[in-house]
Each structure stands twice: as C-alpha cells, then as structure tokens.
C-alpha cells in the first residue's frame, strides 16, 4: 500500500490481483484509492475479438469489483 497526496489530502493507494486472475510482477489488475471516496481502477484488455474473450473480461470485471465489496451494477459510464 502507498499514499498520494492530493489537494493536501493523504490517500492510500493498493494494488490489487484478486484469486483467480493472472497474477504478474509487472502489473496489477486493478488499483484501489481508499479515500475519500473508493473509485477502482481496472487495468484493460488485450482487444481481442468478441465472444469467449468477452465473456471472459465481464467475469474478470466482476471478480475484480467483488474482491472489494462492488458488483457491475456499482461501474459509472
């Protein structure tokens, strides 16, 4: 865990690999900042075409947003 300071406001940040997902040393799949609010930042995918590969990203997504107490109702589009 790390802290940013924004608007003089300390905020930790974590890197989060949820169990089930690729885990790898070179990123994470997702990035939490705990305060004041608790916006997720989920890393992307590679862009292949739809079908399995999509279905795949959606469990992902919410595997992703279930480790910390979300589901895909709670995304903001």
């Given at each position: 865990?790390?802290?940013?300071s ?49 279905r ?22």
């Amino acid at each position: 865990m790390t802290g940013v300071s924004i608007a003089g406001n300390i905020m930790s940040v974590r890197h989060i690999d949820p169990d089930g997902l690729h885990c790898s040393p070179t990123f994470s799949q997702a990035v939490v900042v705990e305060q004041p609010a608790k916006p997720i930042y989920i890393g992307g995918h590679d862009g292949k075409p739809i079908g399995p590969h999509s279905r795949r990203a959606f469990r992902d997504l919410a595997t992703i947003l279930e480790s910390e107490g979300a589901t895909l109702a709670n995304i903001v589009h």
